[in-house]
């Protein structure tokens, strides 16, 4: 009996886990005023404590950032707000694509 409950707590776990995990997304930033590793790592310092980025890439050579992030917890705008704290000036967002948990693909297939 102790193994059946210890089974279906499991399952409901993972499944809840599974239904209302957030979709994950990547949005880009273009950002001028970068000159050095040290300004790289003044963004990354940035990024590193804004909840709900999950991922990302500073580029000096392409003057951007690319940012993966849980939509459930962050959005761009909130994101380029921590951003403009660097001083550097930040671009509008620009949405690259967006990988959709489950429970987003299966809302997906009834619409």
Known sequence: ???????????????????????????????????CQGCVGKVSGILDNT????????????????????????????IKTELLKTHFTIGDPIIEKQRSSIFSWIINIFK
């Not at 409950?5 to 809840?16: E, G, P, Q, Y």
Request: hydrophobic share 45%; glycine share 4%; proline share 3%.
């Open 1 to 35: 009996m102790k193994h059946l409950f210890n089974a279906i707590i499991t399952i409901i776990a993972m499944t809840s886990f599974i239904l209302f995990a957030g979709a994950t997304k990547e949005v880009s930033f273009n950002i001028s005023g970068m000159t």
């Open 51 to 78: 909840p709900g980025v999950n991922n990302y890439k500073v580029s000096i050579e392409d003057k951007n950032c690319k940012i993966s992030y849980d939509a459930a917890l962050t959005n761009p705008e909130a």
